[in-house]
């Protein structure tokens, strides 16, 4: 064998030797022979598929995020196009309703207090036409045998005659009593008060305004210690009862 021979035959020889080791091999270890395809397999698909997948993912993640901030993408051979989520979501927005004016309410004035003069009235009528069956003062009571000061006037007249305001004023109160009928009191200005006792009925309300002749209420069936009808007229200045009669224009009948 020449030189040249062994050396061409060198390497040659020391494939086969390896070549002699890999067949013993397998032959020993059979499973190598499987586990060596699949590799290769895998090997071979991931070359295959590298630089090959699919971009319709990252462009479409592209795609979103640009619509959301309002920018511009584009996919690989395409001409950018601009987003516009702006216009889009004005036109879906919902039609804005009217605003509604609220009319205005107008309360109607509140009618003003009624007043009454700082000074007493010194002139007045006589609530009812009628006899003075006991006056102002001292008074004797025959039943009884004894004298009684009188603070009012009892001015007799017949059941149901009206009673009329002898000055102007307020009501202040309205009592009722089993044994004397209904009274009322009118605050006429000054201190003065008057009252009116012995009365069936009365329309008045607490705090209505009355004015002079105004009807006061009608007379029930008895007053007082004559057991008969009779108006039971009281005026006070103040907490000290006075003489009717002396604020009266007219004597009574």
Request: charged share 15%; with cysteine; glycine share 12%.
């Amino acid at each position: 064998m020449s030189s040249r021979d062994a050396l061409w035959r060198k390497p040659y020889e020391a494939v086969r030797r390896r070549l002699r080791v890999a067949a013993a091999a397998l032959r020993r270890e059979p499973w190598l022979v499987v586990g060596g395809s699949a590799a290769a397999l895998i090997v071979i698909i991931a070359l295959a598929s590298h630089g090959k997948a699919t971009p319709s993912a990252p462009v479409q993640s592209l795609n979103g995020q640009a619509a959301m901030e309002g920018g511009h993408t584009h996919l690989p051979g395409q001409v950018p196009v601009q987003v516009r989520p702006t216009v889009e979501a004005q036109s879906q927005a919902p039609p804005s309703t009217p605003a509604v004016s609220t009319p205005v309410q107008t309360t109607a004035p509140t009618p003003p207090e009624p007043t009454l003069p700082s000074t007493p009235p010194q002139h007045g009528q006589w609530p009812v036409s009628g006899k003075i069956v006991q006056g102002y003062g001292w008074v004797f009571e025959p039943i009884g045998g004894y004298w009684f000061y009188n603070t009012s006037l009892e001015i007799a007249a017949a059941q149901g005659t009206p009673v009329r305001a002898a000055f102007p004023g307020i009501v202040k109160d309205i009592e009722r009593d089993p044994s004397q009928g209904l009274t009322v009191v009118v605050d006429c200005g000054g201190g003065l008060q008057a009252t009116y006792g012995g009365l069936a009925a009365s329309s008045l309300q607490i705090g209505q305004q009355v004015a002079a002749g105004a009807e006061i209420g009608q007379l029930a069936a008895t007053s007082g210690a004559s057991a008969r009808p009779g108006l039971r007229f009281t005026l006070r200045q103040g907490s000290q009862p006075v003489d009717p009669a002396a604020y009266l224009t007219e004597p009574g009948q």
